[in-house]
């Protein structure tokens, strides 16, 4: 219970707690997606949604506001059955994120850091089970390298910038940027980028096995949304085992992964989608998947 002082109020009016304006949510959501522009006929991607962060004044920069709506936006879609991919880009054309709000992180200490929890929201985005794609225009600098690192593609536009400049302001990464950027590059190129705080062009990143593709600028949501599209019409479950099982390669010892795996692969013989796979394939016919 919450104590207030209490008021002289003339007799015969009512009192009305003041309560604050509710802020603007700094995450926009479109399920199901549009199609892409390319695609024939025009319609919506029945299975896919569109996560756009919001904040494109400050190059969306991730406040740990803006991180709390992305969750509550990705844990929903990632409980909703009628959702089986999701692309994650970034408002405007100049950045996907510029990395972390530097005004909120200036005055924290070890901590309050520790206390406030709020960097728990990187323990959650790493428990969604649906494939994440981060369509990445601009800057994806910081805090923004992670969130698209910590994705599961990266679809990049030519003018895309990559980096872990922490290093710069007297900290270095903190949300997975000294562990992800490592095993997708190598250590020598980690090393070089993360102590000199150098970024990386798309067509470099590309080169180093950091991004899925690189595609004309114009053109990287709309080539996200159409890869989405394709995982969104396999079977549901085998998506999300394949994930769960990829994701193992890269943190676990190839014996615990090779195990892991083969328990999966086994249980997907427990549902309807495998044998409706399987029959599919011998009458030669396009299956149709229940996500059962």
Same mark, same amino acid.
Do not use: Y
């Given at each position: 219970?919450?104590?207030?002082?209490?008021?002289?109020?003339?007799?015969?009016?009512?009192?009305?707690?003041?309560?604050?304006?509710?802020?603007?949510?700094?995450?926009?959501?479109?399920?199901?997606?549009?199609?892409?522009?390319?695609?024939?006929?025009?319609?919506?991607?029945?299975?896919?949604?569109?996560?756009?962060?919001?904040?494109?004044?400050?190059?969306?920069?991730?406040?740990?506001?803006?991180?709390?709506?992305?969750?509550?936006?990705?844990?929903?879609?990632?409980?909703?059955?009628?959702?089986?991919?999701?692309?994650?880009?970034?408002?405007?054309?100049?950045?996907?994120?510029?990395?972390?709000?530097?005004?909120?992180?200036?005055?924290?200490?070890?901590?309050?850091?520790?206390?406030?929890?709020?960097?728990?929201?990187?323990?959650?985005? $790493?428990?969604?089970?649906?494939?994440?794609?981060?369509?990445?225009?601009?800057?994806?600098?910081?805090?923004?390298?992670?969130?698209?690192?910590?994705?599961?593609?990266?679809?990049?536009?030519?003018?895309?910038?990559?980096?872990?400049?922490?290093?710069?302001?007297?900290?270095?990464?903190?949300?997975?940027?000294?562990?992800?950027?490592?095993? $997708?590059?190598?250590?020598?190129?980690?090393?070089?980028?993360?102590?000199?705080?150098?970024?990386?062009?798309?067509?470099?990143?590309?080169?180093?096995?950091?991004?899925?593709?690189?595609?004309?600028?114009?053109?990287?949501?709309?080539?996200?949304?159409?890869?989405?599209?394709?995982?969104?019409?396999?079977?549901?479950?085998?998506?999300?085992?394949?994930?769960?099982?990829?994701?193992?390669?890269?943190?676990?010892?190839?014996?615990?992964?090779?195990?892991?795996?083969?328990?999966?692969?086994?249980?997907?013989?427990?549902?309807?989608?495998?044998?409706?796979?399987?029959?599919?394939?011998?009458?030669?016919?396009?299956?149709?998947?229940?996500?059962?």
């Amino acid at each position: 219970m919450t104590e207030t002082a209490p008021r002289n109020d003339p007799p015969g009016t009512v009192s009305v707690a003041a309560t604050p304006e509710p802020r603007a949510t700094l995450v926009r959501v479109v399920f199901p997606a549009p199609a892409p522009a390319s695609a024939a006929p025009a319609g919506s991607l029945e299975h896919v949604a569109l996560v756009t962060l919001d904040r494109p004044a400050t190059l969306n920069a991730l406040s740990f506001d803006l991180l709390d709506d992305l969750l509550t936006a990705l844990e929903a879609l990632d409980a909703d059955p009628a959702c089986r991919a999701i692309v994650i880009t970034g408002a405007g054309e100049r950045a996907f994120a510029a990395g972390a709000d530097i005004r909120e992180l200036a005055p924290q200490t070890s901590a309050s850091l520790a206390e406030g929890g709020r960097f728990g929201n990187w323990d959650r985005l $790493a428990a969604i089970g649906l494939p994440l794609i981060a369509a990445v225009r601009g800057f994806a600098l910081g805090g923004g390298c992670e969130l698209a690192m910590a994705c599961d593609m990266i679809v990049a536009a030519e003018d895309a910038t990559f980096g872990q400049p922490e290093i710069n302001l007297g900290v270095m990464p903190g949300a997975g940027g000294t562990q992800r950027l490592t095993r $997708a590059i190598g250590k020598a190129r980690a090393m070089e980028m993360i102590l000199t705080g150098r970024s990386m062009t798309a067509a470099e990143a590309d080169a180093h096995g950091l991004v899925s593709r690189v595609v004309p600028a114009a053109a990287t949501v709309d080539v996200a949304l159409e890869i989405a599209g394709r995982i969104a019409a396999m079977p549901p479950l085998a998506v999300r085992a394949a994930k769960a099982a990829i994701l193992d390669a890269d943190e676990r010892s190839l014996g615990d992964g090779l195990a892991r795996e083969r328990e999966a692969f086994f249980r997907l013989f427990d549902t309807d989608d495998q044998a409706e796979g399987m029959a599919a394939f011998t009458q030669k016919r396009p299956p149709v998947w229940s996500g059962r």
